[in-house]
């Protein structure tokens, strides 16, 4: 991959996310920043003591390359669902990160290994540069909520710690400041390497405060639950967007889920209420091959709604937290489905616009009560 394509690929990237909603942009934004950053230090790792700050630029290369499955997704499919469906699927996968880190690395090498950069770097120094970043970017991506195809072609699971936010900037920008500073000291520097540890030592202190903050949360959840007599089959929980403080639960019964939201810093040691949202599963047939799709894309916690059109129905994905905890239809992961062709179509992200009440409810809720 050269520059061009490099900073083609953040271009489509913005392009598709400014279809959909300003909360949605900033979680992209923040997600890529966060993969770019975790390359970058792999590439200082490996060559930085070689190349200097070229080793932070292959590296952000590496780490941001699994993620241009979203424009393959669009390129394959002219399936929104399938598309989606896509995204974090093989080119995720560890299989794929052997294949690409040992192409890149060979290739790059070839380019690189000459005139005066003439046996500076080794065809090896390539390959771990190019194996570390981009099978770093799938095993961060597993530590979210959205589910990452580790295994695959082998297995579709979706491996999936719902510990810390798909976009946190606790965990990226401290590690991005440390990167920044580094830059500025030469190659061979023991300063740089001082910086590079900081980065990683702060990053990897958070995500495991977060694995902390997830089963003492989820804890609370399943007690809370047990005193209200709500009995479920399934549960699970993940932090809100952007922080690790703002936490939800879901809880699947029979015939609804259960939802609720629990601050940090909330006084009492329970959530505040769970609401009810009811499975409507009925109203779409669930032996269709797009709806199945959804259905795998959402682990089967969604709800179906009706519109004023009799032939269009939202889809709920309730892995992902509400806006407002009062109002059931503020998730942005809502897709707006409608059958075209003998095929399901989807808009992502319906509404696209994030209501300012809604925005000021999340706040509030997240200063705890």
Partial sequence: MNFISFFELNKIKLNLVLQSNRYVFLLQLMDSLTQIVLGAACGEAVLGKKIGNKALLFGAIGGTLTDLDVFVGKWIFNNEIQAMAFHRGFMHSILFAILAGLGLGYAVFWVYNRGKR???????????????SIITHPILDCFTGYGTQLFAPFSNYRVAFDNIAVADPFYTLPFLVSLIILMFFRRTSKTRAVFLTIGLGISSLYMVLTLINKFYVSSIFKSDLEQKNISYNRFKSQPTILNN????????????????????????????????????????SSNDRDIKTLIWFSDGF??????????????????YPLMNEEDPNSSVFNFKIKKKNQRWMAQPFYPKDVKEKDLSAFWERLKGI
């Fill in 118 to 132: 003439l046996g500076k770097t080794s065809r090896n120094d390539w390959i771990k540069l190019f194996l570390i």
């Fill in 302 to 319: 969604y709800s179906v709604s009706e519109t004023s059109d009799k032939d269009t129905f939202v889809f709920k994905d309730l892995r």
């Fill in 245 to 284: 403080i703002l936490w939800y639960g879901v809880a699947e019964s029979d015939t609804a889920f259960h939802v609720a939201f629990y601050s940090i810093f909330d006084e009492n040691k329970a959530p505040r209420k769970w609401q009810s949202i009811p499975k409507n599963h009925q109203l779409v």
